[in-house]
């Protein structure tokens, strides 16, 4: 944001005005950022503390709590580590092939240093943080214990579905480039689980659920989850997914369904409470076979999220399910590249560093490899090269 606003800076310009809800906290942490990177810019120093103290005596309620103040420290922190690792997307090419090259005194070259750094700077969760998929009977819902959401960033379920329901789901927000939780991050419905899935899709109003691979037919570890015909099918005691229309195009599939609520809430029946149906379109991408890394079509994959994206802007309702395999793998590499190549069309820059890092604050195992980082890049390049002047020429 800093260097969108530099852009607008002139020296015949009067000052920038700075606004928040309540012209204090946040108002106080964005011009200690500012101020301080700077001066680390002019003089290579650092001067939190003195800074703000000379910003109190303007107005008191500037960086109002301990929280904040320890966020610019992160914020400077980081862009002393990190640098600038947005670049103008004319550059994209370019820097491609400078990433390639190996230093000679480290060994790597950048795509492994900067995921490396994305490694060490990733925050991890205790058994604490992820209590909810831990207890004894959420357990069962997990494929991998190990994988198991952060209490503050999993979807709660609010569908009463039986003395035997719980509000969990092995599922966690992402943020996208503009929106926060803009996707919803989960692992292939276990046997005992469709129903629950449905309801993450019902009770957040999601209107696109994107699904990344293709697993073998009558596979036992992947049982089917939505209406393989043309027509309705139970899922748990409260949802019915009717199926409306399909359609089949290179390496994509995709399905529009009817969701179904049944009230069985006793409390809900006697209130009167009516469940709407809800509207939902799946894409199903068939170009991802199990076990690989990366897909075996990118101009597929691309045409995936212009699909999803052209469908979300007739639509809008809440976040973007996507699914894999086991909510880990692949999962990641779309929602970066989305925010992305949301980047790119909106400001014409690229930096895909940021995009991951923020893509594994509430799941660090997204992007799991670095294949599948490097394949970013890759993805994006190819947006650029065959979409971008197409759909700029669209709009």
């Given at each position: ?20 809800n ?9 011009l200690s ?10 003089e290579?120093?650092?001067d939190v503390?003195?800074y ?15 929280d904040q103040?320890?966020?610019v420290?992160?914020?400077l ?10 670049f103008?997307v ?15 005194l ?12 994305i ?10 943080d992820?209590a909810?998929?831990?207890?004894t009977g959420?357990?069962?819902k ?8 952060p209490?503050n960033?999993r ?12 509000d969990?789901i ?10 926060p ?6 692992e ?6 469709p ?16 699904v ?8 036992q570890?992947y049982?089917?989850?939505w ?19 399909h ?9 529009l ?10 409390t809900?029946?006697?209130a009167?409470v009516k ?7 799946l ?18 994959l691309?045409e ?14 809440g976040?973007?399910?996507?699914v894999s ?31 991951v890092?923020t893509?594994?604050?509430h799941?660090?195992q997204?992007?799991?490899?670095m294949?599948?980082y490097k394949?970013?890049?890759d993805?994006?390049l ?5 979409y971008l002047?197409?759909d700029?020429?669209?709009?």
């Amino acid at each position: 944001m800093r260097a969108v606003v530099g852009t607008y800076r002139t020296q015949q310009h009067g000052p920038i005005v700075v606004h928040c809800n309540d012209g204090g906290g946040r108002s106080g942490v964005f011009l200690s950022i500012d101020a301080n990177m700077e001066l680390m810019e002019e003089e290579d120093s650092f001067d939190v503390y003195g800074y703000l103290k000379m910003l109190k005596q303007s107005r008191r309620g500037l960086v109002e709590q301990v929280d904040q103040y320890k966020f610019v420290y992160d914020t400077l922190e980081e862009f002393v580590i990190c640098g600038v690792t947005w670049f103008p997307v004319r550059d994209l090419s370019q820097r491609l092939k400078q990433k390639s090259t190996k230093n000679l005194l480290t060994k790597m070259n950048e795509y492994q240093r900067e995921y490396q750094q994305i490694c060490k700077m990733t925050p991890r969760f205790t058994i604490g943080d992820c209590a909810g998929g831990h207890r004894t009977g959420n357990r069962e819902k997990n494929r991998d214990v190990l994988i198991v959401p952060p209490d503050n960033f999993r979807p709660y379920l609010t569908s009463f579905q039986g003395n035997s329901f719980t509000d969990y789901i092995n599922a966690v927000f992402v943020d996208g480039y503009t929106k926060p939780r803009e996707y919803i991050v989960t692992e292939w419905p276990l046997k005992h689980t469709p129903g629950d899935f449905w309801s993450l899709v019902y009770d957040y109003e999601c209107s696109a659920v994107v699904v990344l691979c293709v697993p073998p037919k009558d596979s036992q570890p992947y049982p089917p989850f939505w209406p393989e015909g043309r027509h309705s099918k139970k899922y748990g005691p409260v949802f019915t997914i009717d199926h409306i229309s399909h359609s089949h195009y290179s390496n994509i599939k995709t399905w529009l369904f009817r969701i179904n609520k049944k009230i069985v809430s006793l409390t809900e029946l006697m209130a009167g409470v009516k469940a709407p149906a809800r509207t939902v379109q799946l894409f199903q991408l068939t170009c991802w076979p199990m076990g690989h890394k990366v897909p075996t079509s990118t101009n597929s994959l691309v045409e995936l999220m212009n699909m999803v994206e052209r469908w979300r802007q007739r639509c809008e309702y809440g976040p973007v399910v996507v699914v894999s395999p086991d909510g880990r793998s692949r999962c990641g590499v779309y929602c970066a590249a989305n925010a992305c190549i949301e980047q790119v069309i909106q400001h014409g820059e690229v930096d895909i560093f940021q995009a991951v890092k923020t893509v594994r604050r509430h799941r660090p195992q997204l992007i799991e490899n670095m294949t599948e980082y490097k394949y970013c890049y890759d993805l994006v390049l190819h947006y650029v090269l065959h979409y971008l002047n197409k759909d700029s020429e669209k709009k």
